[in-house]
């Protein structure tokens, strides 16, 4: 078992430390502990979580396997990793991969890093896969920072869109039955075919539900499961409630998932995953300018705009000079697209400070961070050749930065200061 990368340690979120989150986290590991009868900061209750992702994807129907498949440039178990890690009271995150992909699992660790994590050997089914990790949980290893915790959740490592919300659901859930499981309403009507390949009979819908994952099991009650475990259903199983049932006559609680808890399977699961994930990442701008008087009208007259055309959109705007007190909050809060405000001036100043403080947050290691550089000019005043000389630097800069994941882009306007601008 090869443990995380060194310095992997308690909770703190690859990028910025959210503080906000951070808060959310504790009051739901406050209810957690509550819920499941543990005191907080006494008798903590311990939960890891064992992430099956040794497997090759064969439905994809692509060389890569599924779980390192890109996404926005960075791997699908990258998000899963992060969804997990958000959530304050997991204390180790197992992870299953088959030994070809050790040391690119160790890389994406690193590039992006996650913290807590633990490498176990996959198997050659998923069930093997999640014994191995259950294994690396239950046994003391002299070497070895991982302890055997009371509940353990099981989560595909291809399902990225996990809520602290359910799994804090399916865990105390697991702490009360000994086993919790999310669910949700089946699409299609479930049919049982006949042997000539006809219509045997089908299944009630509403009377089945679709078996999903987040799963979560006291440790005790799943272990014991796979020990006694078959070799058959080692090899063709697909449920591990139905192990805890089967060997320990465990009947798992069932809970209501939301509906991104879906397992990406398929090439289209891709497409989706990164069209919810730019829906996620572009929920903000902030309008970001100095206080001088031109520039905050400026930018309250953008945020206005900008505010009328993009509805669905929360628009802020922050004076980057409060050494960017509240807008280190919203940094910290995640916001991933910038509008930085520069009026009578090419020069970079302002948008090279708030691309200094966007590095020095990390937020650009998880997501990429948009900023586009605004510059009004009055070309009466200054002929655009002279300026244009010094925007065209923004060509070079955002080379630079776009190796740190962050988008600059730059937009001239025309910005007559004779004009009323009403
Ligand atoms: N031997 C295996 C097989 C699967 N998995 C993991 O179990 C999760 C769900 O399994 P599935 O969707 O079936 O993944 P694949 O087996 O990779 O897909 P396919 O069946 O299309 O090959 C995935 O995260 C997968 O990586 C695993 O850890 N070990
Ligand atoms: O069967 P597959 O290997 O595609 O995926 C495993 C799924 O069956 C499993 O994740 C959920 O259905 C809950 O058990």
């Excluded at 204390?91 to 913290?115: F, L, P, R, W």
Aim: glycine share 4%.
């Amino acid at each position: 078992m090869e443990p995380g990368p060194p310095g992997s340690s308690r909770p703190t979120e690859p990028g910025p430390c959210l503080s906000s989150q951070q808060g959310a986290d504790q009051a739901a590991s406050a209810s957690l502990q509550s819920a499941a009868g543990a005191q907080p900061g006494r008798h903590s209750l311990a939960v890891a979580a064992v992430l099956p992702a040794g497997g090759c994807g064969e439905r994809m129907g692509v060389p890569t396997p599924k779980q390192f498949c890109p996404i926005l440039e960075r791997p699908l178990i990258s998000y899963t990793l992060q969804a997990l890690e958000r959530v304050y009271w997991i204390k180790d995150i197992v992870v299953a991969v088959t030994g070809e992909n050790m040391e690119v699992m160790k890389s994406i660790i690193q590039k992006y890093q996650h913290k807590r994590i633990s490498l176990v050997e996959a198997g050659v089914t998923r069930h093997r896969s999640i014994f191995n990790g259950l294994k690396a949980l239950a046994e003391d290893q002299l070497n070895c920072k991982l302890s055997k915790p009371e509940i353990v959740i099981v989560h595909d490592a291809v399902r990225p869109f996990v809520e602290e919300d359910t799994l804090l659901k399916v865990v105390t859930a697991a702490k009360k039955h000994g086993a919790a499981g999310a669910i949700r309403p089946l699409v299609s009507t479930v049919i049982s075919p006949s042997a000539d390949g006809c219509l045997d009979h089908s299944l009630e819908r509403a009377r089945h539900r679709a078996s999903e994952m987040p799963q979560a099991f006291l440790f005790d009650v799943i272990y014991e499961a796979y020990q006694q475990c078959s070799d058959y259903d080692l090899e063709f199983g697909t449920e591990c409630l139905q192990l805890a049932l089967k060997y320990c006559c465990t009947k798992a609680k069932l809970v209501e998932g939301s509906p991104d808890l879906w397992k990406v399977t398929y090439k289209r699961d891709l497409y989706a995953v990164e069209s919810i994930i730019k829906e996620k990442i572009s929920q903000e701008i902030c309008v970001v300018t100095d206080i001088e008087e031109d520039n905050k009208y400026v930018s309250h007259l953008l945020e206005e705009v900008l505010k009328s055309e993009l509805n669905h959109v929360k628009v802020t705007s922050e004076a980057l000079c409060h050494a960017g007190r509240d807008l280190q909050q919203i940094i910290l809060d995640q916001c991933y697209n910038f509008v930085c405000v520069n009026v009578m001036t090419s020069d970079f100043q302002e948008t090279q400070k708030l691309l200094s403080m966007l590095e020095e947050s990390n937020l650009s290691i998880l997501y990429p961070v948009v900023v586009v550089s605004v510059h009004f000019l009055d070309f009466k005043l200054v002929p655009p050749s002279q300026k244009m000389e010094s925007l065209m630097l923004i060509r070079e800069f955002a080379k630079e930065v776009k190796k740190r994941n962050i988008w600059l882009c730059g937009l001239l306007i025309s910005y007559p200061q004779a004009c009323e601008v009403s």
